[in-house]
């Protein structure tokens, strides 16, 4: 999975705009193959993050969930944990 695009999903504080713009940035960097677009490309590129990210941003709202929601500093903890050991 690409490294911005994360669970933003039952998280406390919940995710930001800028967390899912990040991942929204991210989804359509993959599916283009595009780090940064051409200028003949640059309006489609930016017009589909802005899509992508409403759409996330609409998903991300209409989601619900009985579990406790998660702690950011743990999950990144956790994280941390499993690339120090699987990178040793």
């Keep these: 999975m690409c490294r911005n695009i994360r669970t933003l999903f039952n998280f406390e504080p919940p995710a930001t ?22 200028q003949a490309n640059e309006a489609a590129f930016n017009r589909a993050v802005d899509e992508v990210t409403d759409a996330a941003r609409r998903l991300l709202d209409a989601l619900h969930t009985s579990a406790p929601a998660r702690d950011r500093e743990v999950e990144a903890a956790k994280a941390r944990e499993r690339a120090r050991e699987r990178f040793a």
Excluded: H, Y
């Design 17 to 38: 705009e800028e967390e899912i713009r990040a991942s929204a940035q991210q989804f359509v960097r993959k599916l283009s193959g595009f780090n940064r677009p051409s």
